[in-house]
């Protein structure tokens, strides 16, 4: 008898029953989380926020120990300073006072040199003259040409105290200066990080770890909610995956929530699996199903983490 009044085109408006209900995929919503954890292991000194704190992007939430890391800077820092000078000594040559030591013993070499000259002509002179020994000449000659040669050594030397250090020398002291300079950096960087702030506005999910314990790049501190961070993940009959496709809108049904719940699928699964024991029911707990994951449309959703949900599939 319902099926004959059903059939009846004027009357069958009246029987809501008699429509049959749209598809649905059940599911639930997930948070993505961000897990705050310090880049190298440290001691915690402070945390300013407790579970279910609101934070602020770019706020201060922890502060690990950074008394080593101070000290990694310092020693940067004056590494660095040791380096450019180096450099710049190499660059400039000799002090103003060295070069002054230098041109004292060439003016000092020059005087040798012409008493020596006066001393070679005199023998030189008697030698003609046949009063003096051949030893006495051979000796004024020695004494003149070490003379002369100890001119020509300062000359050189003072030559080459004006002089930069050699072009190699040079780039091997500016690669010492850039290493330096690097490892300011780093030393400053890892200082950096011994302060944790969160990345966006969100709230306190979880306190992991308390002041003075142990924390690092595995052991977090905070686990933090960012606002909007949620996706619904959706569990569909195989029957209705191939009408489904990316970027489309579907409408979201929960418990206690307004109508108009909106979010648009951002992925859908390429193979199918059994239902997933948290949305088992007597219906569909052997059935195959495909993960679908959707975005809600909205910046400021209701949906919360672990909300039980239902998606309309298509009228």
């Not at 950074?66 to 000594?89: F, M, S």
């Not at 199918?272 to 495909?290: D, G, W």
């Amino acid at each position: 008898m319902m099926d004959l009044i059903c059939g009846l085109p004027l009357i069958a408006g009246l029987f809501a029953s008699c429509a049959p209900a749209p598809p649905l995929a059940t599911g639930y919503v997930e948070g993505e989380y961000v897990l705050l954890a310090p880049v190298e292991v440290g001691r915690i000194e402070a945390l300013s926020k407790k579970r279910g704190d609101r934070v602020t992007k770019g706020e201060t939430l922890v502060q690990m120990e950074g008394a080593d890391a101070d000290i990694a800077v310092h020693e940067a820092q004056a590494a660095l300073e040791h380096a450019q000078a180096q450099l710049a000594n190499l660059k400039e040559g000799k002090r103003r006072e060295e070069i002054d030591v230098i041109e004292a013993s060439l003016q000092s070499a020059r005087a040798q040199a012409a008493e020596a000259k006066r001393v070679f002509d005199r023998e030189t002179a008697l030698a003609k003259r046949g009063i003096n020994a051949k030893a006495d000449l051979d000796q004024a000659s020695t004494g003149l040409l070490q003379a002369d040669a100890k001119v020509s050594e300062m000359t050189a030397n003072l030559s080459v105290a004006k002089l930069a250090a050699r072009p190699m020398e040079i780039d091997a002291a500016d690669a010492l200066v850039k290493q330096a300079e690097a490892k300011l950096a780093d030393a400053k960087w890892r200082l950096e990080h011994r302060r944790l702030t969160v990345p966006e506005n969100g709230v306190v999910e979880d306190v992991v770890r308390r002041v003075g314990e142990v924390a690092g790049p595995s052991q977090p501190v905070l686990s933090i909610l960012p606002d909007g961070a949620v996706k619904v993940r959706l569990y569909a009959a195989e029957q209705y995956v191939s009408s489904l496709k990316l970027g489309t809108s579907l409408e979201i049904r929960c418990d206690g929530c307004a109508p108009g719940l909106k979010a648009q699928i951002t992925y859908i699964s390429n193979s199918p699996e059994f239902t997933p024991p948290v949305i088992y029911s007597l219906e569909n707990r052997q059935k195959l199903v495909y993960l679908i994951e959707a975005r809600p449309e909205s910046e400021q959703s209701v949906l919360k983490p672990g909300l039980i949900v239902d998606a309309v599939l298509g009228k």
